[in-house]
C-alpha cells in the first residue's frame, strides 16, 4: 500500500482522511499547513501527496510548484472546498501547476480512494 502525505489546515479534514487512508490500509503522515507539509516532503519519501488549496503560511498552488520542483514523478491531489473565489479556479490552478488529480470538498469516501487510485495509477 502506499505511503502518503496529507495537507490541510482543518483538523477535521485531516482526521477524516487519515481513517479511510488507514483502513484502505495506507501508512498517512498529516501536516496542518504547507510549511510544514512541505518540510515533511523533503525529509521523506511518500508515494502520493494529498494537498488542501486554500492554506496559511503557504498556498496549495505554492507547494505543489515547490514539490514538483523537487520531484516531478510524485502524483498529487489537489483538494479544496473554495471552488471559485474572485475568479479564480484553485482546483483549475492546481492542474495546470501539476496536480495528478483534483477533487472537491465535501468529497465520500468512495471519491477519494478513486481519486487515489487514478494517482496512483499514474505513478510512474
Given at each position: 500500500m502506499a505511503h502518503i502525505l496529507v495537507i490541510d489546515d482543518e483538523e477535521l479534514s485531516l482526521f477524516t482522511m487519515r481513517e479511510i487512508l488507514e483502513e484502505a490500509g495506507h501508512t498517512v503522515v498529516t501536516a496542518g499547513d504547507g510549511m510544514a507539509g512541505l518540510a515533511l516532503q523533503g525529509a521523506q519519501a511518500f508515494d502520493l501527496v494529498i494537498t488542501d488549496?486554500?492554506?496559511?503560511?503557504?498556498?496549495g498552488v505554492q507547494l505543489i510548484v515547490e514539490i514538483r520542483e523537487r520531484d516531478s514523478?510524485?502524483?498529487?491531489?489537489?483538494?479544496?472546498g473554495s471552488g471559485r473565489s474572485r475568479n479564480t479556479d484553485f482546483l483549475e490552478?492546481?492542474?495546470?501547476?501539476?496536480?495528478?488529480?483534483?477533487?472537491?470538498?465535501?468529497?465520500?469516501?468512495?471519491?477519494?480512494?478513486?481519486?487515489?487510485?487514478?494517482?496512483?495509477?499514474t505513478d510512474g
Open positions: 488549496m486554500v492554506m496559511p503560511h503557504k498556498e514523478r510524485i502524483p498529487i491531489l489537489a483538494i479544496s490552478l492546481a492542474r495546470q501547476h501539476g496536480a495528478n488529480a483534483v477533487l472537491t470538498k465535501p468529497f465520500s469516501e468512495e471519491d477519494l480512494l478513486n481519486a487515489l487510485a487514478v494517482c496512483l495509477e
